[in-house]
């Protein structure tokens, strides 16, 4: 089955952590651009952060610059989002998406269309 699984959603107080994982089968991730988006309510999808499958040139949001890290680990075939001092303003639906072919991830991440795979999605809270 190809298929994207995302886990590590939850609810944290703002400053804290968290690390997402993005899981994939019925394919080999390091073939392609991956990267993860968020929607939170009322809202549109919007680029987080993306990676290149080659030379490892990453896109962040400017919202996220700093606090956020891209990474992925071709051995486990599986994707991550390191979140830390996260914000309220975080609060969204975390997506995973993997794409063979792209001309750079800054167009990845800003266009948020043409994926081949996407994951279904898990939930950030940030709140007190």
């Known amino acids: 089955q190809l298929q994207l699984v995302e886990s590590g959603g939850g609810l944290v107080q703002p400053g804290g952590s968290l690390r997402l994982s993005c899981a994939a089968s019925?394919?080999?991730?390091?073939?392609?651009?991956i990267g993860w988006f968020r929607q939170a309510p009322g809202k549109e999808r919007e680029g987080v952060s993306c990676?290149?499958?080659?030379?490892?040139?990453?896109y962040y949001a400017d919202s996220v610059k700093g606090r956020f890290t891209i990474s992925r680990d071709n051995a486990k075939n599986t994707m991550y989002l390191q979140m830390n001092s996260l914000k309220p303003e975080d609060t969204a639906v975390y997506y995973c998406?993997?794409?063979?072919?792209?001309?750079?991830?800054?167009?990845?991440?800003?266009?948020?269309?043409?994926?081949?795979?996407w994951g279904k999605g898990t939930l950030v809270t940030v709140s007190s």
């Open positions: 998406a993997a794409v063979e072919r792209i001309t750079t991830v800054q167009a990845m991440c800003v266009l948020r269309n043409g994926m081949d795979y």
């Open positions: 990676i290149d499958r080659s030379d490892g040139t990453t």
């Open positions: 019925g394919f080999t991730l390091d073939y392609y651009a």
